[in-house]
């Protein structure tokens, strides 16, 4: 079964920071791009940021509301991909969402986890 | 980047059909034949309903089907069932390598 399992979600105080895990069975991780995409609770959603394959370099780009805060990164030896939240505002909250591109030169996010939740609250 | 423009909601009786609407600009639904659209019922995840402006994954009903011209993509849901109802966001890959969602249409089966 194709499979992703987010983790790592909780509470945090402002400015602190959490890291999320991403864990992906059922299908060739290491040519997948993947993507975190977040929905505050009652809006929508709003796209975090994203790291591609090897081979596309594992390139990584962010929303510019948390370029410079978050890092995206992943080990294809795990299947895994994560993402390293710095500096944590309270706007932050959301449920997190990782999901993924099956493959170069297509565009529709087809396998979504669950989500986790984060809370940035004192 | 701004988020796409969809209208807030929309409404249909069963069996009719309805069109949402996703705008955006020249640098991100007009540049490529990268939008897709998804479905999502409370609670739950966001389901792919549409990729590629207008492919439907496999297993998604042949009532659901994508368009673009210009700036403008849309959605349509034909023959309008219950299970319906539910949000859905339009998505587009941008010019500057990032991506962007409609901030969302709640639909509504009278």
């Known amino acids: 079964e194709v499979q992703l399992v987010e983790s790592g979600g909780g509470l945090v105080q402002p400015g602190g920071s959490l890291k999320l895990s991403c864990a992906a069975s059922?299908?060739?991780?290491?040519?997948?791009?993947m993507h975190w995409v977040r929905q505050a609770s009652g809006k929508g959603l709003e796209w975090v940021g994203r790291i591609r394959s090897k081979a596309n370099s594992y390139a990584t780009a962010y929303a510019a509301s948390v370029k410079g805060r978050f890092t995206i990164s992943r080990d294809d030896s795990k299947n895994t991909a994560y993402l390293q939240m710095n500096s944590l505002k309270t706007e932050d909250t959301a449920v997190y969402y990782c999901?993924?591109?099956?493959?170069?030169?297509?565009?529709?996010?087809?396998?979504w986890g669950q989500g986790t939740t984060v809370t940035v609250s004192s | 980047q701004s988020a796409l423009t969809q209208p807030a909601s929309v409404s249909g009786s069963p069996g009719q059909s309805i069109t949402i609407s996703c705008t955006g600009t020249?640098?991100?639904?007009?540049?490529?034949?990268?939008v897709s659209w998804y479905q999502q019922h409370p609670g739950k995840a966001p389901k792919l309903m549409i990729y590629?402006?207008?492919n439907r994954p496999s297993g998604v009903s042949n009532r659901f089907s994508g368009s673009k011209s210009g700036n403008t993509a849309s959605l349509t849901i034909s023959g309008l069932q219950a299970e319906d109802e539910a949000d859905y966001y339009c998505s587009s890959y941008t010019s500057s390598s990032t991506v962007v969602f409609g901030g969302g249409t709640k639909l509504t089966v009278l």
């Open positions: 059922g299908f060739t991780f290491s040519v997948s791009a």
């Open positions: 999901t993924r591109l099956p493959r170069d030169y297509t565009y529709g996010m087809d396998v």
């Open positions: 590629d402006v207008s």
């Open positions: 020249s640098s991100d639904v007009g540049v490529y034949n990268y």
